[in-house]
Antibody, heavy 120, light 106 residues
Framework: EVQLVEAGGGLIQPGGSLRLSCAAS????????TSWVRQAPGKGLEWVSF???????YYADSVKGRFTISRDNSKNTLYLQMNSLRAEDTAMYYC??????????????WGQGTVVTVSS | DIQMTQSPSTLSASVGDRVTITCRAS??????LAWYQQKPGKAPKLLIY???SLESGVPSRFSGSGSGTEFTLTISSLQPDDFATYYC????????FGQGTKVEIK
């Protein structure tokens, strides 16, 4: 079965760091484009970061310089290292897979999400 | 940055109704547009990609149209399982989601 399973969320103080993981099964993260999308409580979806199969990375302005996306092909896992966390980073964080082919910017597989709460 | 604006924000409808949601882009995105359905406590689900292509397994009552800056998602006959929030997303230049449209029971 093709699926994504996130982990690593939790309660963290402002200024702290957290690393989220997203374990893939049924496909290889190394040959697919993958992304992180977040959703603040009661709010809409916000794109956070993207890693192309070839390795190029992209970030939303709101997290640039603080978050780093990466992957471990041997573990078939995607990561999001989050530093200098702020209250406004509080959200459900989803990992998602881009579709095969030209429409790799549309996300066809999503994880169940992991909650990050930034609060003192 | 490309902004995506959906209308309406909330839509009240009955089972069997034809429902249309509009999404406008702040600049042309060609057909690089997707639609998602999200139910409370669940991850989004891809319905439509490339503005009008139906994702595998999605019922044919869902359809998408448009290009450039104006797009629509239509549900031809609303079913009980369709009450949810719908998001458009552009992937022409990075990624941006609309603010969402909640379809609720009338």
């Amino acid at each position: 079965e093709v699926q994504l399973v996130e982990a690593g969320g939790g309660l963290i103080q402002p200024g702290g760091s957290l690393r989220l993981s997203c374990a893939a099964s049924g496909f290889n993260v190394s040959s697919n484009n993958t992304s992180w999308v977040r959703q603040a409580p009661g709010k809409g979806l916000e794109w956070v970061s993207f890693i192309y199969s070839a390795g190029s990375t992209y970030y939303a302005d709101s997290v640039k310089g603080r978050f780093t996306i990466s992957r471990d092909n041997s573990k078939n896992t995607l990561y999001l290292q989050m530093n200098s966390l702020r209250a406004e980073d509080t959200a459900m964080y989803y990992c998602a897979r881009g579709r095969d082919g030209y429409d790799w910017g549309a996300f066809d597989i999503w994880g169940q999400g992991t909650v990050v709460t930034v609060s003192s | 940055d490309i902004q995506m604006t959906q209308s309406p924000s909330t839509l009240s409808a009955s089972v069997g109704d034809r429902v249309t949601i509009t999404c406008r882009a702040s600049q042309s995105i060609s057909s690089w547009l997707a639609w998602y359905q999200q139910k409370p406590g669940k991850a989004p689900k891809l319905l439509i990609y490339k503005a009008s292509s139906l994702e595998s397994g999605v019922p044919s009552r869902f359809s998408g149209s448009g290009s450039g800056t104006e797009f629509t998602l239509t549900i031809s006959s609303l079913q009980p399982d369709d009450f949810a929030t719908y998001y458009c997303q552009q992937y022409s230049n990075y990624w941006t989601f609309g603010q969402g449209t909640k379809v609720e029971i009338k």
